[in-house]
């Protein structure tokens, strides 16, 4: 055994407490912050819960804001993100390289002392200890001797050296290697290179873009605010190709402060979904263009958008939407404007047929707004695609049935998985006789589209959530 290895500690077992000589016998000494991060990741993993809903809710009820929630926002998704990657070395770091058998709640706490020591600038004492403070509080002094002896062994190396250890060779299994190096399943990271055509520089740019902090992107509804003034009162720049489009660095603060969104001027919207949205109205129509219909509307961001458009050009448009609390939500969003809210299978709906034009923006796996939910990377699998894209597929069948002779079916995903993109659509518009038209027109300068007829946006060519866009029209001649 080489010296290192010596040093290593052995993993505790499962609810046996050790000696209770193991811990030390000062109280624990516990950090609001890091108690929140500590108590958010167990609510992702015990309850299945959203880090982005749980961990606002802790700061305002524990009252705590400036710095410390600073800290505890970029220690909890920052450490949800990275669990891949921080798992490989905690495995490292144990005797018998297993983490199965490490209990769940310990676990927990190592992912968040080694996040500290990898990916922030905290000094190793104060990670450690305050990681083995938090993990004694809640599973007993004897497990402190453990937690201390891992989080030492990570600490030995930083997180590139690491990498370069554990990561396989990036020439000989290149997936493989950037998906451990930015923190990603690998299935994930091969569905991204899959979908870019891409095993080198664009797939590692692709899944960088994506573990990054992502700015915050509003929307200005059409006809209340302009970009240009949203960006003036936020401070934030106007977006490069939504017209309605303003972004604000990662890190300003709570948009719910931001005046216009609270009085429902402008709301939180990725730019790539309101590029999306505008698309739908964008696709020229020979006829009427009064009905229009969103099939999967809740909770309403780009119900709202198309809404304020509807109310400009005269149109009405219908939301349906299955889920009923999803359904309270677009409430919410389209106060004010000319919406009707259906709660609806959009599979079998008894809605009059004849729409001129129908958004699709259909339930998926969610694989290109990784950034904006730290844990989905993790608890999404790739079992769950075959589900997703028949439903899709069903969706898109129904909204074919709905449209009117000559009217458009659009369909977005926030997903490059070629499954539910490509795949989905070429199937269902071959079965259906749809037409598949060109939808690189209605995303007018924005570069680097492809070859077309879909529009996939990327984070690491747009600065937006990885959308999919594809354009169907419905042949004249259909009944
Ligand atoms: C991707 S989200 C839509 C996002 C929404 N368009 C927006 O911009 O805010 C998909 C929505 O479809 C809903 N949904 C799932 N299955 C459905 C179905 N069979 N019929 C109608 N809606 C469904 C989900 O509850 C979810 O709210």
Redo the contacts with the bound molecule.
Sequence with gaps: MNERRERRPSRPERGRPGPRKEGPSRPPQIDPARQVAFDVLRAVREKDAYANLVLPELLRNRRISGRDAALATELTYGTCRAVGMLDAVIEACLVDRSLAKVDAIVLDGLRLGAYQLLRTRIPEHAAVGSTVDLVRAEVGSWIAGFVNAVLRSVSEKDEETWLNELAPDEAADPIGAYALRTAHPRWVARSFAEALGDKGAELKAALEADDDRPDVHLVARPGEISADELAAITGGDVAPYSPYGVRMPAGSGDPGDVEPIKEKLAAVQDEG?QLCAVAVTKVPLTGSDERWL??????????ALLGALASISGATVDA????PH?AKLIENAVQGLPVTIYV????ETDLEPGYDRVLV????SGLGSLRRRPEARWRRQPSDISDLTK?QGQ?ITAALDLVRPGGVVTYVV?SPHLAETEGVVGETARRAGAEIVDARPFFPDVPQLGDGPYVQLWPHRHGTDAMFCAVLRKPETAG
């Design positions: 979904s969103d099939l999967c509307a809740g909770p309403g961001g780009k119900a349906v939407e299955k889920a999803r609806a299978d959009g599979r923006d259909a339930p998926c439903l969706l926030c």
